[in-house]
Every structure is written in C-alpha cells, then in structure tokens.
C-alpha cells in the first residue's frame, strides 16, 4: 500500500519530506503504523539463512500489501540481500520501510554505511525509510545519510535498561543516578521528550542548510559516530554531494 510522501526540500541526502500531513524527519509509532508480517534474521548469519528469510518476508509482504503500508527490509549483512529485498517490496507495492537490524548495525559502521547509501541509491524517490533502536546523538548522522523516521520504541527500549536518552549521550542511570527512584513509565516519558527534541533540531538544521554543521558536532560523542562519518566521507562523497548546492550558492 503506498503512502503519498512528498519531498520538499533536500540538505544533503537529508531531506524534509511531508507524509500523512505531518513532517519528516519524524517519530513513528507502532501503533499508527501497519508493518507487514517479516521473517526475521539475526544480523550475523550464513548467507542461504538470511536468503531464506528474505523469501519469506517478501512472501509474507505480498499476501498484506492491501492492509499495510510499511514492509521490513531484511538481508542481514548482505548489502545484496537488502537491495533485493527492497527493490521486490517495491515491486509489490509499498513505498515505507523498516530497515531490520538496527541495534546491530549500529556497532558495524561500515556495514551500517554501506547498507543505507546502498539502499538510498538503489530506492525509488518517493521511497521513505525508518531506523529502529537509534540512539539520538546517532539520529542527525542517520538523517544525513537519508534515513526518514526514527521508531519511538527505542524510550521504552532504553527506560526498560534504565538507561536516560540526552540529545548527546545515553546515560546508564544505574551508574550515573541523574534521577533517583524513576519509575519506568516516567523514564520512558522522558526518553520520548529528548527523541523529540532532537527532531525537532534536525527539522530545523536541515531548514537552515546547516546538517552537516549538527552531524559533525555530534560525531564527537562517541566513537562509532566518529567511524560512521569518516567512513561516509571516505567512501561516498559523491552521493554526499549530489543534493549539495555549488560552492557560492
């Protein structure tokens, strides 16, 4: 089922769009989305497993495309599985998709890079892309690289680890008591509040032409930030500089 998404202006492979009346970047929740049925994979497995697996997510994609709108690209750590299986849903009829394997993909950068440039490049247009399990001082990198939603589901993820999301750091409450005696739910309200923050800061970067200026200052906060964006440099400045605008304008 395609959703109309409406790209309206581009800062880098970043991209503020407009989907259902409401902008991305965005929040999506579980429950305002309807994700089709996938065969999941974890991350590290032999090939023929994870082709199993997308066989049978796009066997399942197919008998629901007339009651969802979002289908999960699966593939594991096999840039050529993703593409497939993108390229099919595509085929089938959806335009809204979850990359599976998030968390993982996360502590891999190169495959982390590979496999969103990848698919961006490979993507019809109106194509639009959610990440899950992204922790927020990853998100202004995600946006850059093309990425067009964010799953809330990472607040309650992260509060069920006790773990406090700032815009910069993810803070182990257990070894840093920021606040003392939080109950779960109030944790996770407040994990909500900061992933909302920051697309609300991305939003506007990305309105003012300056992303890459938030994308670097947050590259600094851990070290897999760092990797992801030299890597992206290194390996795909042409499509950075695709949607950027000539020196001088």
């Known amino acids: 089922m395609i959703n109309k998404f409406e790209i309206k202006s581009h800062n880098g492979p970043g991209r503020l769009g407009m989907l259902d009346n409401k902008i991305t970047p965005r929040l999506f929740f579980k429950n305002d989305l309807k994700i089709s049925p996938s065969e999941g994979s ?5 090939k023929e497993i994870a082709k199993f697996n997308v066989d049978e997510t796009l066997r399942l994609a197919k008998e629901n495309v007339d009651i969802c709108d979002v289908a999960v690209i699966q593939g594991s750590k096999y840039i050529d599985l993703r593409i497939e299986c993108l390229k099919e849903l595509e085929n089938i009829g959806y335009n809204g998709f979850i ?9 891999h950068p190169r495959d982390l890079v590979d496999i969103i440039v990848n698919l961006k490049i490979n993507a019809k247009a109106n194509s639009y892309f959610i990440f899950s399990f992204a922790e927020a001082s990853f998100m202004p990198l995600l946006t850059y690289m093309g990425i067009d939603g964010f799953l809330s589901e990472s607040s ?3 509060s069920y680890l006790n773990a406090l999301i700032t815009p910069t750091k993810t803070y182990d409450l257990n070894t840093y008591p920021i606040y003392e005696n939080i109950t779960q739910k109030e944790l996770e309200e407040k994990n909500i509040k ?4 920051v697309i609300k800061e991305i939003q506007t970067h990305i309105k003012n ?5 938030l994308v670097e200052e947050r590259s600094n906060t851990n070290p897999q930030n760092i990797s992801t964006l030299k890597i992206l440099d290194k390996n795909y400045m042409d499509f950075l500089l695709e949607y950027s605008p000539p020196a001088g304008d």
Not at 42 to 46: P, Q
Not at 209 to 213: A, E, T
Request: hydrophobic share 40%; charged share 20%.
């Open 99 to 107: 990359i599976a394997n998030g968390d993982e993909l996360l502590l």
């Open 209 to 213: 032409n300056s992303l890459r200026n």
């Open 42 to 46: 974890a991350y590290n497995v032999d």
């Open 156 to 158: 309650n993820y992260y």
């Open 194 to 197: 900061s992933l909302e923050f």
